[in-house]
């Protein structure tokens, strides 16, 4: 799918070490604060009246979980400014709230980064590839939603996402951003009401999406406090209700500094909520604990924004939130080294004009590469088990390809991490001809399939990064036997001759064989751009705990607890993010004051 190439912007090349951030850590900079009066089309608001937050409030201290002092007041408390977040915001103060967003990373301005059109945050959101689901009917929709989760998702939310889904095109047209649209769009075409899935691309990607979202948030002078990490949610331990947030403010970073940032020493601050808090951290792809036990494989690695680490899963968990879709992702298989901690950008369906396969550890192609499910659901093939052995079958997979791939393009797609400023975790830009990665090893050859498979098995890939929190063999010794690697690219290349695929039905315009020595082997470990699980939420946004009920005052959006299970297309995220955001700001906004 197009749908996460983002063009890389001009970014130097860069070969850090590899880093590790702290989960749930993240100088404290407030850009005003307003709230609107009334509800226009989508959240948009008609009037707007100025309403400073309140500052330092003194609480009760007979409830030993109060803090002694409220730093910030807000209606609305927003954690985290990413595509759910400035949604969120934009519907709760056009709904009549005063909205105050934290986010963890600190401001663009702080951050020095050059060319940077937006004031700060963006998370996947900004790197993303611009797609946004429309369901074309509102009934068809909710069905293929439902079918897609498994069940999992109720019917209520799936038809709460296709109500107002059908409308995301005027969202879009509001915001004042041109867009294509692709009909019949659905990775999984066979479901029921599949063919309701159409694709909005905005033109410019997930970076004109959020720098329209952020001017907005800007023209309505909502609050940010950015280099703020909540860390915990405060919570009335007798009614569960939430009544605000505690984070850490960190100092802005030198605007002489090239080097990552990374939360450090910070200041505590309480924050109150007066109607309720809206969680949209995005979701956990650069926590590893999580990954690990949370995930159907393992090592998964993701090659988005660095800072989701899971903390408003972790939060939402502490105040008595049922999780759900905590072994979904939006994914694939991803390129990843131990260099750094983000993966490389892949499509398993890019380049297949050009000579491709995908084989598992034994040397076996195991599926369409072609599918219109590789795009997002490939990673639901990588959990085969061998228990012979025992070890995962596909875990990593190879792409295998030859000279002609090799001289007309980089292996990988661009995007993802590798168009982040360095300050923000950028990282190493692929070589147009992957001399450079085949120089450090990373893309192994041979003369012949042979000899390729011999320097796949004389190599130990590295799968995992040992200091992180799970610690197991790094090294995967794999021994692939050089006739059935050389059988199955001979089986292709005949497969290619006579325009069919007899083992998977890859499409007849992809045939293309494998013909031009030397042959090259990319290792390839499940991943993608992002997560879905985190805190169940229902149709009205809000979070629910273990017994199916509202934990009062709680709302979440996006990637943090994620309606998605198997992902409907590329826009998906985006779809979500729309829909629940307006949904869940605006029943926020309507809670009743406490104060
Ligand atoms: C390369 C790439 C391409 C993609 N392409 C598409 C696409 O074309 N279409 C699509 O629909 N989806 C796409 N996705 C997925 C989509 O981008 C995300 O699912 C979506 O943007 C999530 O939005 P969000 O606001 O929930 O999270 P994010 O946009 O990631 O924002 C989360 C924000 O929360 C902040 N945060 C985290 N923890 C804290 C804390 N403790 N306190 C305060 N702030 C915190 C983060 O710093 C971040 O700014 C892509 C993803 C990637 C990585």
């Keep these: 799918m197009a749908e996460e190439k983002k063009q890389s912007q001009p970014v130097d090349p860069k070969g850090m070490a590899r880093r590790k951030l702290l989960t749930g850590a993240v100088g404290g900079l407030v850009v005003g604060a307003v709230a609107g009066t009334a509800i226009g089309s989508l959240g948009f608001p008609k009037t707007v009246t100025q309403v400073q937050t309140q500052t330092s409030t003194t609480t009760s201290v007979s409830k030993p979980w109060l803090p002694s002092k409220w730093d910030q007041v807000a209606d609305v408390v927003v954690v985290g400014y990413g595509g759910a977040g400035a949604v969120t915001a934009l519907a709760a103060q056009a709904a009549g709230a005063n909205v105050l967003i934290l986010e963890k990373t600190p401001s663009l301005a702080s951050l020095?980064?050059?060319?940077?059109?937006?004031?700060?945050?963006?998370?996947?959101?900004?790197?993303?590839?611009?797609?946004?689901?429309?369901?074309?009917?509102?009934?068809?929709?909710?069905?293929?939603?439902?079918?897609?989760?498994?069940?999992?998702?109720?019917?209520?939310?799936?038809?709460?996402?296709?109500?107002l889904g059908t409308q995301i095109n005027s969202y879009l047209d509001n915001l004042g951003l041109k867009y294509t649209t692709q009909q019949n769009a659905a990775e999984m075409p066979n479901l029921p009401g599949a063919s309701s899935v159409t694709i909005s691309t905005v033109n410019g990607g997930g970076a004109a999406l959020f720098h329209a979202l952020d001017q907005a948030v800007q023209a309505k002078k909502i609050g940010i406090l950015f280099g703020t990490a909540a860390t915990d949610l405060i919570q009335d331990p007798t009614t569960n209700e939430v009544l605000g947030v505690s984070a850490t403010s960190y100092p802005a970073p030198s605007s002489s500094s090239t080097t990552v940032w990374q939360p450090s020493t910070g200041s505590p601050l309480n924050i109150k909520a007066n109607r309720a808090v809206v969680l949209c951290t995005g979701g956990f792809e650069?926590?590893?604990?999580?990954?690990?036990?949370?995930?159907?494989?393992?090592?998964?690695?993701?090659?988005?924004?660095?800072?989701?680490?899971?903390?408003?899963?972790?939060?939402?968990?502490?105040?008595?939130?049922?999780?759900?879709?905590?072994?979904e992702i939006s994914g694939r298989c991803v390129p990843w080294f131990p260099d750094h901690d983000e993966a490389y950008s892949y499509q398993v369906s890019a380049q297949l004009t050009y000579p491709k396969i995908?084989?598992?550890?034994?040397?076996?192609?195991?599926?369409?590469?072609?599918?219109?499910?590789?795009?997002?659901?490939?990673?639901?093939?990588?959990?085969?088990?061998?228990?012979?052995?025992?070890?995962?079958?596909?875990?990593?997979?190879?792409?295998?390809?030859?000279?002609?791939?090799?001289?007309?393009?980089?292996?990988?797609?661009?995007?993802?991490?590798?168009?982040?400023?360095?300050?923000?975790?950028?990282?190493?830009?692929?070589?147009?001809?992957?001399?450079?990665?085949?120089?450090?090893?990373?893309?192994?050859?041979?003369?012949?399939?042979?000899?390729?498979?011999?320097?796949?098995?004389?190599?130990?890939?590295?799968?995992?990064?040992?200091?992180?929190?799970?610690?197991?063999?790094a090294g995967i010794k794999v021994n692939i036997d050089p006739d059935v690697l050389t059988s199955t690219i001979t089986d292709y290349n005949n497969y290619c001759a006579n325009g069919v695929d007899p083992d998977f039905g890859r499409s007849k315009s992809t045939l293309i064989p494998l013909a031009t020595p030397p042959f090259y082997a990319l290792p390839l470990w499940p991943g993608g751009p992002n997560t879905q699980g985190g805190p169940r939420r229902n149709e009205k946004g809000q979070v629910l705990d273990l017994d199916g009920n509202p934990i009062p005052r709680l709302y979440s959006n996006g990637e943090c607890g994620s309606m998605w299970a198997l992902y409907p297309a590329g826009g998906g995220d985006n779809s979500e993010l729309v829909v629940f955001g307006q949904i869940s700001g605006q029943n926020a906004a309507a809670e009743t004051p406490r104060d």
């Design 286 to 327: 650069y926590d590893d604990q999580t990954k690990a036990s949370s995930l159907k494989m393992y090592p998964a690695h993701f090659y988005g924004w660095i800072y989701n680490t899971g903390d408003g899963g972790r939060m939402a968990s502490k105040a008595g939130a049922m999780m759900w879709h905590m072994n």
């Design 358 to 473: 995908l084989v598992d550890k034994y040397g076996r192609r195991y599926a369409d590469e072609s599918s219109p499910a590789a795009g997002h659901n490939w990673w639901t093939l990588l959990d085969e088990f061998n228990i012979s052995v025992p070890e995962y079958s596909r875990i990593p997979t190879f792409m295998i390809f030859d000279e002609t791939l090799r001289t007309k393009g980089g292996a990988i797609s661009s995007g993802g991490s590798q168009s982040l400023p360095t300050q923000l975790g950028g990282t190493t830009v692929w070589s147009s001809d992957n001399s450079a990665e085949i120089g450090r090893g990373w893309i192994m050859q041979g003369s012949t399939p042979a000899a390729l498979a011999a320097a796949i098995n004389s190599s130990t890939i590295v799968g995992w990064n040992n200091d992180d929190t799970v610690t197991v063999p």
């Design 112 to 163: 020095a980064v050059p060319g940077a059109n937006i004031s700060g945050g963006g998370g996947n959101t900004h790197i993303n590839g611009g797609l946004v689901v429309v369901p074309n009917d509102a009934a068809n929709g909710a069905e293929h939603a439902y079918y897609l989760c498994w069940g999992t998702t109720p019917m209520p939310v799936c038809q709460a996402w296709a109500n």
